[in-house]
C-alpha cells in the first residue's frame, strides 16, 4: 500500500502516519517527492488496517499495490485449470473448444429430450436448462422447479450428455446438486457472497457468471470466494455488461477473454445469446469468442424459439444452431484447437 | 404492445402477425404509415406471449406500452404510502424525514452502545448496523453474524431507538426479523428473486436499496416482487449507481428521488455515505437529497472511523454528525418537512 | 510514478527499470515488499517519458501519484475563483447564486425579448440562448446562428442582462465573442482540444459544459487547456453524465459538486434541464445542485415549450420558473447563501 | 410516433392530442386499451413537432417508430458499400480485409518510413500516422502538425501506401486533405456537428471514430450528417466505448459490428488498439473482430514502443505485428475473406 500525502503535509502528519503503519505491523518507506511525499507500507500485517490511514489529516490518498485475489491469479498457479465435468467425460479449459447449449427453461419432457438430442447431433457436450429462472418480474414464468431437475435428469440419461443448470437460492443446492453436473450462479447472484460460500463447500464444478456491473477484478473475488471455501473448479463465463447502449441487451465484453487468460488460470466460456439479446447476433459473437481464446462457449437452443416461455428472441433453431457450429468450428481450426 | 413491422414487409407477414396476436387472446389494430406498418395489440391475453412476435419474419422490433410493475405504481395507489415502524413509532414517508445513522458494522458492545446513544442525541431515529457484511473480499470481515444481532436488540433496549440490519441470505431471515424493525436488503441482493420471495412473507418492512447497475423499473420489479408476496412495506434507497467515474465510489443518482416519487407511492430514502464513498462528501449529498425530496437519509457513523473495521473512508465522526444533522434541519425547513 | 514489478521480477528487471528511470532525469527508490517490488520515481523530468517503462520485461503496471492538472488544482491556489461578467455587474463563484436562465434556441425576436424580460424579472441574472444547436440529427433544426446572436445582443441591451451562447466552430468564435459576455462550450465539444485552446486567447469567461463521458479530472485537464492557453475565467457546468438509466435522459451527477469543490477552486454550475431531461424533475434537482454546494445553476425556460423548436420537453413556463426560483432561494438561504 | 396516455387521461385531453396532431400535418388513430390509451400518428408532417405533445395534460409518453437515419440505412441501401481510396488503389468494404497501420504519432522521417516499409512488408495497405494529436493534458504532445503530413506523404510516396491521419480543427480541412487519402475523425469529435458538415463537402473518404459514449443509432447519425452534405464515403470505425470496466482502457464493443452490419450498408473496421489500451490483447481481439464480421483493422505499430511520444503502451512491435498478420489471415480464411 501506498499512503499519498497531501501537498504541504507537515512532518508531524507524516509522523503521524509512519507511528501507524508500525502499529499495524507494517514497515514504512518515506519517498520525498517534487510535489509530494508518499509513504510505502511493506510487511505481513492486516492490510485491512491500513485503511484507516486515509481519514488521517494531510492524507491525500492510498494506492493499493497486490492484487485482492490468490487463489484465483495466475501470478499464484501458471497453468490453466481443466476442470473435469462428470467423471472427466468433459475437460474445460482444455484445448477442445466446449459447447453448452439447451433451452433457457426446461418447459417439457418433449421440448428438453428434442433438444438434447438435436444440440448432441450437433456437436454440443454439455446440455443447458433452467429450472429455477430469475425474472425481473414477479409476474414471469419462474421455472419448473424439481420438475425441471427431473427432466434434466432424464435427458442427460437419454443423451449421455452432461447437464448444467442455475441455483438461485441456498436452499436449493443440495437437489440441485443431485441432479446436475455443473451448477450455475447467475449473474445476478455473483456476490451473493453467502451462497458462494456454500457453493465451495460442493462437490461439482461452479460456472460463475459475471455480474451486469461487476469488474474483472471483482468476478475474481467471487470466485476466490467459492476457492477458499473448498471447491477449486470454476467456470467463468462472460455474458454481457450493462453499458449505456440500447441496440444490444448487454454490451459483450470479449476483451475479458485476454484479460482474464493473463491474470487467471481459470477456464473462460463466453455467452455470447445474454451477451447480445438478439439470436440474430449470436453467431458471429460466438466465432469472435472463440478467435478472442475463450474456452468455449454457451448458447441458447429452442426447438421453437418464437413460442419459448423465456429468451425467445435470442434462441436459436436447429438448423441455425448447426451452422453456428459449422462456423465455430473452422473458427476453433484456425487458431489450433479442436471442437 | 405496438408490433413495428420492417420497411417492405410483405402483407403475408403482416396477416402472419396478426393471426398469431389473434390466437394469444389479443385485438389488433393495424395501422399503415408512410414508412412502415405497425400493428398495435390489445386485451387482456398475457403479453408474454406476445415476445415471440419478434421472431416473424417482417417484424423490425415491438414496442411495449404498459409499465411492468402494478403494485409499486402511484398509476394504481395515489397516495404516499406511510410506512409504521416499531409499532408505529417511527414513520417512513410522512412529513417528518427519517434519519438512520450507525456503524457499517457492529464491532463491538461499547461501539454499538456509544454510537447508537450519540445518534440518538443527535436526532436519529433508527439505528443501522450490519450483522452480516456482503464483502468484496472473503478474506475481509464478514460480520459478527447472530452475536451483531444481539448487541444491536440490546442497543435499541437501552435507547428505545428502531434498528435495521441487513440480511444476505434466506436462511437467515428467521433469525434477523426476531432481532430487528426492518430487514435490509443490500444493493448485491435486490435482484436475488428467491430471497425478495421469502421477504414478502415476512410482517416488518422491508428496506430495499437500488442495485449497482439496476434501472428504476427493474428496481420497482424487485419491489413489486415483495408486494405481491404479501408484504407491502417496502422502503426504496438509492445508494449510489455504478458509473465510469471513479473520483467517487458510486455516481449518487438523486435523478431518481423525483422520478420516483412520480412513478411510486412508495417512500424513497438516500444512503449518501455509499452513494459517494468518501466522508467528506456525505453532508452536501444528504442536504442535497432532503432538497431533492427524499423521506429520509441512511448515513453510517462510528466512534472512531479510522479504526471502524469496514467503510472507514465513508463514516462520520459523532461531531460531523451532527454538523449533518444540523445541515439537514435547515435544508428540511426549507422545503417545508419537520425532522 | 510508482512502477509495480511482477511477482517474480527478476535482479535483471529491476535494474532495467532503475537504469532506465535515471536515463529519464528521475531518481529511484526501490521498495522491497513480501509480495512484489516497486520502484518510486521521483524527479523533475518529463513523467511522460516513464510510460515507456510499462513495456519492459518484468513491469506489471505504472501507478500515477500526482494529479495532472496544475493551474485549476486547489492545490495550486487555495482561493475560490470568483468570475466577474460583463464588467463584473454579474460575478460568478461569490456568495451570491448565480441563475442562468432562457430558451435552448433563440427563436424570433418575441420569443427572445418576452422570455429575458420574465426571468429578470424572476431573478435571473444571465439569459442564456442558443444560436448554433449541437443536433444529433442534421434534419433537426441547427439554430438562427449570426441572426441569433444579434437577437441575444437586442434582449441584452434592453433587459440589462448578461449573455451567454453556445459557440461550436473555431470558425465562429470571433464573432460570438463579439454579441456575448460568456461563451459556453457545449458538452460533445468537452475534448475538442483545438477549440479549448483557441477560448484560451479569449477575454471573456469561458462556460465549459461536462462531457457526457468525462471524468472529473479529465474535465478538469479541459480547463486547464483554456487556462493555460491565457483565459483564467473558466466555469465548470456539471450537465449530467450518461448512464444505463434510461428513465432520465441522463443522470444529474450531483456527487460533481462537492468533489470539484476539494480539488479546484473554479466556479461550479449545475444545469438540471440536461440533466435530468424532463421539466418536471427540474425544480427538485436546482434545489438539491444548491443544497449540494452549487454556485449556480443553468435552466431553459420557454414562453411556450409545446412549441419550442428543441428541447421543450425539458423547459419550464414562466410560472413554473417563478416556483423554482421561490424554491431555490428558500434552500439557498438555508445554506447560508443570498440568490 | 405512438403517443401514449396516463391511465384515467380524460376524453377532453385525447381530443386535445387528437387536435394537434391534426394541427401538425399528421392523422390519427386512436387505440383504446384496457389500461390505457394510445394515438398513432402517421403522415409526413414534420416529427418534430410532435415532440410538443409530451407536454400536453394526459400524455405519459411518446414512442418514435421510425429509424432517424436514412442515407445510412441499409433499409434504404440494401448493398455493401464498397468505398475506393486512391483511385481504387485499396477497397474498403469488399471480401479482402483492409489493415490499417501505423504509429500513433508520427515522429521522425527515419520512424514513419521505418514503420512504413515494414507494416507494408508485413501485408498492411494503408499507413495511419498521427500529425494532429488530440491529448487529455496541454503538457502532452500535440503532434507535429503540417511538418507530419508533409513526412506522411513522404511514406506514401516512398512506399505506395495510402495513408489515413486525423483532422481536429475545421480551419485544417484544406491542408490535411491535401496530403493524404482518408481523413479521420477521432472519438471526440464525433459529434463535432460542425466538423461534420465541412468534412461532407470533401472528395476523400472520411473515418468516423465512435464516441465514447455514443450509441450505435448516433454514430450513425453522425454518419448522416455527413452523407447528407455531400460526401457518401463514410467507414465507421468502432474503438471501444466507456464504460465501469477500468482493467482496459475501454471496452471494445464488437456487437457493433453485426449490429452495424444489419442496419447500415457502410463499412466497418475495428481499432482494437484503444479498443483495450494494452499491446498485449491487440492481437486476440483483432482476431475477434475478423471474426465477428469486420472489414479491417486498424492498429498501432511503433519500431519501439516504449520510446514513443504517444500511446506506447497499446502499439505493436514489427514482429508482433508480423505474428498479428499471421494470426488475422487465419481467421480471416475461416470467414471466407481474403487478406
Known sequence: MIVVMKKGATPEQVEKVKSKVKEFGFDHHVIVGEERTVVACVGTGNRKDLEGLRLIDGVLDLVPISKPFKLA??????????IPVRNGQV?????????????????????????AKAVKQAGATILRGGAWKPRTSPYSFQGLEEDGLKLLDLARKETGLAVITEVMNPRDIDVVERYTDIMQVGA?????FSMLK???QCKIPIFLKRGLSTTIQEWLMSAEYIISSGNPNVILCERGIRTFETATRNTLDLNAVPVLKEQTHL?????PAHGTGFWQY?????CAAIAAGADGIMVEVHPKPSEAWSDGGQSLKFDTFNELMRQIRSIAHAVGREI
Open 267 to 271: 477456464p473462460v466460456i463466453v455467452d
Open 198 to 200: 456454500e457453493l465451495g
Open 73 to 82: 491469479s495466475r501470478e499464484v498457479k501458471k497453468q490453466t485449470t481443466v
Open 282 to 286: 449470436v453467431t458471429p459473437m460466438a
Open 91 to 115: 475437460e474445460i479449459g482444455a484445448n477442445k473448444i466446449v459447447v453448452m447449449a439447451g433451452p433457457c427453461s426446461v418447459e417439457s419432457e418433449e421440448q428438453i429430450l428434442t433438444t
Open 188 to 192: 445476478r447472484n455473483v456476490q451473493n
